[in-house]
């Protein structure tokens, strides 16, 4: 059995407990976790202190920036051993590792690497109306000991997308990835180790939310910000605890994103990109299209293309390399989504496909699989239309003019994304003007580019990340006025 420890000042350390990790896509149990206790988190803070008063802190943004680049060198060398880690921990297919979590996880690092070297800051020439002048500019100080909490969806892209931008400026960092997924965060802390990146700049402690590591971490006074990517209610729970010692907090959240598609969109494109934006990542991803609206016009033909495709999905082995949909994350997880399969029913939903548990007649029945399921007919104020349910599920409705569009999309508490999909450039722009959402694609889905801001409004998160947006967060800016 693999054991999977806490890292902390740059040892490996086991805990005062051990949990389970378990495979999603046959329920077998792959490694005994070391779960950290108030002791040991205290420890790994302490350590990130010790480690800014030391070399860390003396080193030259350049020579920061060039051990990032060394992380990601080694994040490529081990590629394959990264991606069988997340594969093993999440059950997500072996494609979508390879192409999106560990390449990304590189990149996370090589962007903030760059980033950093090239960032300048504001400077002012002061003037007084009675003629003083002075000449103010900033500076980027490290925040210090950032406490780094992440979910399992994309357990290593979310990690390093924090965790690289904090480094990048200089801080030291506490990471509590989710305890589904513990061992690409443990990997990284290697790669860290290969890279010469100084113990106690990047330590990892194991376990659980409340009254575990999480809170632990949370409530800690030496704790400088705290950046948080999950649940909306667990990032209100964090930033109640986060008040006591006034922690800033970077909160990437829940969303109930919307996708809505005029009649004049591209089809097959729009088929396509549709069935990524709900499907991808069996659901499991916060961007992802719960809510698909479309022009009356067209509603039948795309309802029926979009249930041709859910149906074509390869639900396979994470591991083989023709699968596209794999289990969800835990048998809770799993609870959850069917709760809310059966609550579809009950609220008179008409199921076009799925709704339910697939049969292999393999080991893969003891795993958390369920169908790609897609639902129409409800009314807009029901509960699933309403609430985030995190897989690989979506209720279709239509629309006939494009201001129902936009006030359909925008009638949420959550605000994380939308895409709009069109032939009309004017009406992309001008819908995507009117999303209450962070973030808004036009005839497209998860197109990323890492310097652009990433958040989301309402009950999606608080702040920004990404680029400069990520710069500013993980530093404090002081500013020096000099009378001239
Ligand atoms: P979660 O909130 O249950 O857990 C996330 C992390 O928080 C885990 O590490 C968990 O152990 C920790 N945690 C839980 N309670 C805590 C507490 N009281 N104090 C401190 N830490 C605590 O989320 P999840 O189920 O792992 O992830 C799924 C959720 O994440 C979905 O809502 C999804 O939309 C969201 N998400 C958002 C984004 C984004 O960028 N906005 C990205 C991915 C996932």
Redesign the pocket.
């Known amino acids: 059995m693999k054991q999977i420890q806490n890292y902390i000042d740059g040892s490996f350390v086991p805990g005062s407990r051990e949990f389970a990790d378990v495979n999603p896509a046959d329920g077998n149990v792959i490694a005994q976790v070391a779960e950290a206790d108030a002791s040991q988190v205290d420890q790994a803070v302490q350590a990130g202190r010790h480690a800014l008063d030391g070399e860390w802190g003396r080193l030259a943004i350049r020579d920061r920036a060039a051990r990032l680049h060394k992380v990601a060198d080694v994040i490529e060398k081990r590629f394959d051993c990264f991606v069988q880690a997340e594969v093993a921990d999440t059950g997500k297919p072996v494609s979508l590792a390879s192409k999106l979590d560990v390449p990304r996880a590189a990149a996370n690092f090589r962007v903030f690497a760059d980033l950093i070297r090239i960032s300048g800051l504001e400077s002012f020439q002061t003037q007084t109306p009675d003629g003083v002048n002075a000449l103010n500019y900033a500076i980027r100080k490290p925040l210090g000991v950032v406490g780094v909490?992440?979910?399992?969806?994309?357990p290593l892209l979310?990690l390093t997308w924090k965790v690289a931008p904090a480094l990048a400026c200089g801080n030291a960092v506490v990471v509590?990835?989710?305890?589904?997924t513990p061992a690409t965060a443990t990997l990284l802390a290697e790669a860290m180790h290969e890279a010469g990146i100084p113990s106690g700049v990047y330590n990892v402690v194991h376990?659980?939310?409340?009254d575990s590591a999480?809170?632990f971490?949370?409530q800690h006074p030496g704790v400088n910000a705290i950046t948080?990517?999950?649940?909306?209610?667990?990032?209100a729970?964090?930033m109640k605890?986060a008040a006591a010692t006034v922690k800033p907090v970077s909160f990437?959240?829940?969303?109930k994103n919307a996708a809505i598609v005029f009649a004049d969109c591209n089809f097959e494109e729009t088929v396509n990109g549709l069935s990524e934006a709900i499907f991808l990542n069996t659901g499991?991803?916060?961007?992802c299209a719960e809510r698909v609206y479309v022009e009356q016009k067209i509603f039948d033909r795309l309802l029926d293309a979009l249930k041709k495709k859910a149906e074509t999905l390869n639900l396979g082995w994470p591991g083989d390399a023709a699968t596209d949909f794999g289990p969800l994350i835990s048998a809770q997880?799993r609870e959850k989504v069917l709760s809310y399969f059966q609550l579809a029913k009950e609220e008179g939903a008409t199921l076009i496909t799925g709704g339910g548990t697939p049969k292999f007649g393999d080991a893969r029945d003891h795993g958390f699989y369920v169908q790609p399921t897609i639902y129409t007919g409800l009314s807009e104020s029901a509960r699933c239309v309403k609430e985030?349910i995190?897989g690989p599920v979506c209720h279709v409705a239509a629309f006939d003019s494009e201001e129902e569009a936009v006030a359909m999309a925008n009638d949420t508490k959550y605000g994380?994304a939308a895409s709009v999909w069109t032939s009309d450039l004017k009406r992309g722009h001008r819908v995507a003007r009117q999303m209450n959402t962070g973030i808004t694609w036009v005839n497209c889905w998860f197109l990323r580019d890492l310097r652009t801001p990433?958040?989301?409004v309402g009950l999606?998160?608080i702040g920004r990340e990404g680029g400069i947006h990520s710069l500013n967060f993980y530093s404090e800016l002081n500013n020096i006025c000099i009378r001239l």
Not at 207 to 210: A, K, R, T, Y
Not at 228 to 235: A, D, L
Not at 284 to 287: E, S, W
């Open positions: 909490i992440t979910p399992w969806n994309l979310l509590k990835p989710s305890e589904e376990g659980f939310g409340h999480g809170e971490l949370t948080f990517t999950g649940e909306s209610r667990t990032g729970a964090i605890a990437e959240l829940g969303g499991q991803v916060c961007l997880h985030e995190f994380l990433f958040g989301g999606s998160g």
